[in-house]
Nanobody, 126 residues
Framework: QVQLVESGGGLVQAGDSLRLSCAAS????????MGWFRQAPGKEREFVAA????????????YYANSVEGRFAISRDNAKNTVYLQMNSLKPEDTAVYYC???????????????WGQGTQVTVSS
């Protein structure tokens, strides 16, 4: 079955950086859109970033929420079946549980994901 396992969360200070990882298994990784979402206490889950599949080509696209563009970077390593989220210049409002997700339809990268990880906590202190 499909498994997505996040790691790399933690407690940091404002302005620090963190890199989240998501290891995927049970799917043809290179063919899936990989996304990151987050959910802060008392708020709905929101889209953070997505990386569309290369499907064996060198073409790909990345997408970001306005709140993180320029600070966060999503990347993927198809050889390792892993997607990363590099988070720089972290702010207290970035505090949330971060989830990795996967889907095999490239349209509308902000929704419609089929598989989810268990989440990893990121806490940014001021």
């Amino acid at each position: 079955q499909v498994q997505l396992v996040e790691s790399g969360g933690g407690l940091v200070q404002a302005g620090d950086s963190l890199r989240l990882s998501c290891a995927a298994s049970g799917l043809t990784f290179s063919m899936y859109v990989m996304g990151w979402f987050r959910q802060a206490p008392g708020k709905e889950r929101e889209f953070v970033a997505a990386f569309t599949p290369s499907g064996g080509t060198t073409y790909y696209s990345t997408y970001y929420a306005n709140s993180v563009e320029g600070r966060f970077a999503i990347s993927r390593d198809n050889a390792k079946n892993t997607v990363y989220l590099q988070m720089n210049s972290l702010k207290p409002e970035d505090t949330a549980v971060y989830y990795c997700a996967a889907k095999n339809t490239p349209a509308k990268v902000t929704l419609g994901y089929d598989y989810w990880g268990q989440g990893t906590q990121v806490t940014v202190s001021s």
